[in-house]
C-alpha cells in the first residue's frame, strides 16, 4: 500500500544534519539575544507553574492536617 506520503517523499532524501546546521546558525545567530530571553522566560514560566502545587502541598500537609489533629484531639477530652 503506498500512501501520500510514502509518494511525495519517493526520491527525495533527507539533507544531513551537519551540512543544515551551518545554514540554521546563520539564520540563528542575529536572534540569539532573543532566543535566549525566549529560553530563560520559559525557564520561569516552569518554575512559576509549580507554585500552585506546593503552596496546595502546604496548605493541606500544615494547615488542614494540623487542624484536624487539634480537633480530634478535642472531641477525645469532650468523650472521655
Known amino acids: 500500500m503506498v500512501t501520500a506520503h510514502s509518494k511525495a ?11 543544515v546546521l551551518p545554514l540554521v546558525w546563520e539564520l540563528v545567530r542575529p536572534h540569539r ?6 529560553f530563560v522566560l520559559m525557564a520561569i514560566k516552569r ?8 503552596s496546595t502541598r502546604y496548605l493541606i500537609d500544615s494547615v488542614i492536617i494540623s487542624q ?3 480537633m ?3 472531641i477525645d477530652v469532650v468523650a472521655k
Do not use: E
Open 9 to 19: 517523499g519517493a526520491g527525495i532524501s533527507r539533507p544531513k544534519l551537519q551540512a
Open 33 to 38: 539575544g532573543l532566543l535566549a530571553v525566549g
Open 47 to 54: 518554575v512559576a507553574s509549580l507554585v500552585l502545587p506546593y
Open 68 to 70: 484536624a489533629n487539634a
Open 72 to 74: 480530634r484531639s478535642q
